[in-house]
Nanobody
Framework: QVQLVESGGGLVQAGGSLRLSCAAS????????MGWFRQAPGKEREFVARIMWNGGYTDYADSVKGRFTISRDNAKNTVYLQMNSLKPEDTAVYYC?????????????????WGQGTQVTVSS
């Protein structure tokens, strides 16, 4: 059983920063790819970022490139999403995801495991 617990969401003004964390309880953490997705009200779920199990490969949605950074600490079984220069359009529930295959960490992908989500609200 894999459990993912996100934290770090909140309310921030446009231009501000937040760092999301996702703590994972998974025996084979070092072989798991991690990703972040988000969903705004009335919109479909959107891929945000992904990272390979060894941290050697990262990928981002065009809408967040240059502003968001995904990283992981394998010693802590934790993945992070540093979000800078936040915009009102970044407002959404952010979900952490995990899967043995990083190729499913894409738009319309179906990672096997999901966290409960954390709300990020950016005010203008």
């Amino acid at each position: 059983q894999v459990q993912l617990v996100e934290s770090g969401g909140g309310l921030v003004q446009a231009g501000g920063s937040l760092r999301l964390s996702c703590a994972a309880s998974v025996r084979t953490w070092r072989t798991v790819a991690m990703g972040w997705f988000r969903q705004a009200p009335g919109k479909e779920r959107e891929f945000v970022a992904r990272i390979m199990w060894n941290g050697g490969y990262t990928d981002y949605a065009d809408s967040v490139k240059g502003r968001f950074t995904i990283s992981r600490d394998n010693a802590k079984n934790t993945v992070y999403l540093q979000m800078n220069s936040l915009k009102p359009e970044d407002t959404a529930v952010y979900y952490c995801a995990a899967d043995g295959n990083y190729r499913v960490m894409v738009q319309h992908g179906t990672p096997a495991y999901w966290g409960q989500g954390t709300q990020v609200t950016v005010s203008s």
